[in-house]
């Protein structure tokens, strides 16, 4: 009787086939599959729970990204300060949600590890971010629908600056406004110098340091589109919520809603300029203005770490939203952390016996595979 082997091939194949799929459970950020001496497959993973781990074990250390510093930065905000779910602003469970100014998709996997139920259609305009989108979705398994394209009041296709040293702040050419871009970085780095936060100083050191040359520059052109058209396109029933992170544009977003759809958008969470000496002074009150208008509540807040920087978070939400009967799953401190029990039963539903990791471990750091 011929003996059964298994080729080195297909072993790294398989725990390749199980690393994927740990990667697609709500909140695991990382994960190792290893062969023991025995044959059988063990399992470590890592949470999105770390947020003063930047070493090389860290949550962030595989994401695709652009710049360290500014995936750390997304991070901060997105994961660590939930700050798209300040003001009462709250994932249900099946939640259609629009991810417009996506980046690299911190909020698109923020969306999938505490809300796996949600369709997220992301939108990213420059197509040098985009692809990092799509690596980072694709690896987590997010049910995202990813759009290669902005939104704005109407159809056009214009000029981007974006700016490789930190692309988050990239934008239209005709919003740019460098002088303001480098009195933000510098307001952030005072800002969190003096919260005292531990495990920082090297990635401020790093932000700063952009300031103390040019940006470099590139432009791309860029397609944009209305917010009404792409809901005439898709058909969604409903907007659960409307997250807008646009570098000035976030007026243009929402004057892109034909009256007829207002009452699909059901939560707002933006980011809104509002900058002294420039166009977009007294912009807060506008678009307070405007969402009250077509029946939301609104807050406003400066997050404190973008204090002094003319940075506004807006939350809005329709006050009947409250009686839909659709479980909340995502509010803010209301994330569990991963439990290894809940992970190996998930896995055990989805792959054969024979190819099950003997165990699963979840552990607080996860060095870089060799």
């Not at 962030?60 to 798209?84: G, K, M, Q, V, W």
């Not at 699909?264 to 166009?279: A, F, N, R, Y």
Request: charged fraction near 30%.
């Amino acid at each position: 009787m011929l003996e059964e082997t298994v080729s080195p091939d297909a072993s790294e194949d398989e725990t390749r086939d199980v690393r994927g799929l740990l990667l697609r459970y709500p909140g695991v950020a990382r994960a190792r599959v290893d062969r023991g001496a025995d044959g059988r497959l063990r399992a470590r993973v890592q949470g999105w729970d770390h947020p003063e781990d930047l070493s090389p074990a860290g949550p962030l250390s595989e994401l695709t990204e652009i710049n360290p510093h500014e995936t750390r930065f997304l991070y901060d905000e997105i994961f660590a300060a939930e700050s798209y779910l300040q003001g009462g602003i709250t994932l249900r469970e099946d939640a259609v949600v629009f991810d417009v100014g996506a980046n690299i998709g911190m909020f698109s996997l923020f969306v999938g590890a505490r809300c796996p139920s949600a369709t997220v259609f992301a939108f990213e305009p420059v197509p040098d971010v985009f692809e990092a989108l799509s690596r980072n979705v694709e690896r987590h398994g997010v049910r995202a629908r990813l759009l290669p394209f902005g939104l704005s009041d109407r159809e056009q296709e214009i000029t981007f600056n974006f700016y490789p040293g930190i692309s988050i702040m990239s934008c239209r050419s005709d919003y740019a406004d460098l002088d303001n871009e480098v009195d933000l970085i510098e307001q952030y780095v005072e800002n969190a110098r003096a919260a005292g936060a531990s495990g920082r100083e090297e990635h401020l050191a790093r932000v700063q340091a952009l300031v103390a040359e040019d940006f470099e520059l590139s432009e791309r052109r860029c397609a944009l589109r209305s917010l009404s058209a792409v809901i005439e396109e898709t058909g969604v029933p409903r907007i659960d919520l409307l997250k807008i992170d646009v570098q000035r544009a976030e007026l243009d977003v929402l004057h892109g809603v034909d009256e007829r759809h207002w009452p699909l958008v059901q939560q707002i969470s933006m980011e809104v300029h509002d900058e002294k000496g420039t166009p977009t002074e007294g912009r807060v009150a506008v678009v307070r203005e405007l969402l009250t208008a077509n029946g939301f509540l609104t807050t406003v807040a400066e997050e404190d770490l973008l204090r002094g920087t003319g940075r506004y978070a807006v939350q809005a939400v329709r006050p009947e939203y409250a009686d839909d009967p659709r479980p909340v799953t995502a509010a803010v401190g209301n994330a569990r952390p991963l439990e290894a029990r809940a992970l190996a039963a998930w896995l055990a539903e989805r792959l054969p016996a024979a190819r099950l990791p003997q165990e699963v471990t979840v552990v607080d750091e996860l060095p870089a595979a060799h």
